[in-house]
């Protein structure tokens, strides 16, 4: 994990800013004990998450690579008796 660019996008940070944010405003008012402001914080973080996909979509996440097949051994095979090299 630590060779790839997991998430250095602005796609990804912005998407997670958001999120947090939305995060934060629904703790503070579920301790002020107030619903409204509670599913209001819970929008922001949907919010958060659609911003991302569309940014994403725009070209500012991270490109789609095909996934590599790990790489395998070449297979000994017996060479024919008497064949010298």
Not at 16 to 23: A, E, Q
Not at 31 to 54: D, E, K, S, T
């Amino acid at each position: 994990m630590a060779g790839s660019s997991h998430g250095h996008t602005p796609a990804a940070w912005t998407g997670v800013t958001i999120t947090f944010i939305g995060f934060c405003v629904s703790g503070a008012f579920m301790v002020m004990a107030q619903p409204v402001g509670f599913w209001a914080g819970m929008v922001i973080v949907v919010l958060g998450g659609v911003v991302g996909m569309i940014m994403r979509a725009m070209g500012l996440g991270q490109p789609k690579q095909e996934r590599a097949l790990p790489h395998q051994a070449p297979v000994a095979t017996p060479e024919p008796a008497g064949a010298k090299g």
